[in-house]
């Protein structure tokens, strides 16, 4: 079949180009999440507008003559000049999504060469991605891509919540650790910027991470940019941290709200230090937040989290708290040099 693939800049996109553009990612999002509301198109482009400091993105689109999208492929991968640069030069990440009546017809093939040729030309070396259908893994397994963790999307249905014992986990944890006091923020107080950056960090890199390479090392710096970048998405970020009676900041959850969207919340990172384990701290602050949710968000039916399946203790949390596995997901990765013989580069 005739097809065409562009290389497509949100900056430059006219009213006409989004048009056929959501066309494209609204039939492939119905088709994956028949039971979801489709994503609101005002935050759609607003985030594809969104720059991030330090990291460079591609971004091409599979179109037949009749002016129709049917593919979709983007690349991402840090640049120097962030903190995580260095533990993270050698990687970078791809997506691609193709209709499904258009499948097995060699455009995603296409769609990869053009990722693989842009990661030869900035010399990185080990291609990670994450995919949550069965189509994803079978396209990946077939170019070599190696499984480096199984993951799930899980989701909480507010109605669903036993509120009593989400109180009794705020009541029964702060009176096991009476010293510890917790606090909130949405902007990271720059007296604790630091701190809470390299708590930040220990938090990212303590969650079982399996084969895949990413390592996160964010500084203030980087913290303040990565804030910003959330404000431009249209996130608002509010974040609970538990402080020790000598004022160390021992754990941490946050989440992520966008009020366009606002039958939904995102449950980001949660994490305490493992020494000060053992007192209740992470159910404290992940009831303590739930409760935060139900008297600050009216709208929200949803809370939506990530995990590993490796991530045992968080999973017994969730369960308990009444999250259930929504879609597995699996992370890969494989060579660059691999996967350029494979397609023959």
Known sequence: MEYEIN???????TDEFWEIYFEFTETNFRYHNPDDPLPNREVVIQRQKTEIPY??????????????VIAWAGFGAGVEGSSDYEENKHLCNMNIAVL????????????????????QILGKTTMEVSTDTDPGRAFLEHFGAQLAIEAAENR???????W???????????KRAEEVTIESFYECPEEILEEYSELYTEALNMQPLGDTEHRANIDGKLRRELEQVLKDRGFT????????????????????YDSRESYKILQELTGVRPEFRGRGLGKWLKGKMILHIRDNYPD????????????????????????????????YKVLTEDITKRLEI
Do not use: C
Request: aromatic letters at 6%; a negative charge.
């Open 237 to 256: 970020n509010y974040t609970l941290i538990s402080r020790e009676k000598d004022g160390k900041i021992s754990g941490l959850t946050e989440i992520l």
């Open 164 to 174: 009593d014992l989400m109180q009794s986990w705020v009541d029964e944890s702060s």
């Open 55 to 68: 990291y460079h993105v591609k971004r091409w689109l599979a179109i037949t003559p009749e002016n129709k």
């Open 300 to 331: 929200v039916e949803v809370i939506i989290t990530g995990n590993a399946e490796a991530n045992s203790p968080m999973n017994s949390i969730n369960e308990r708290m009444g999250f259930k596995k929504h879609k597995a997901a699996g992370s």
């Open 156 to 162: 909480l249905d507010l109605e669903d919540i036993d």
């Open 100 to 119: 499904a009546d258009y499948v097995r017809k060699g455009i995603g093939t296409d769609l990869l060469k053009r990722v693989v040729q842009e990661a």
């Open 7 to 13: 290389e497509f800049d949100p900056q430059k996109a």
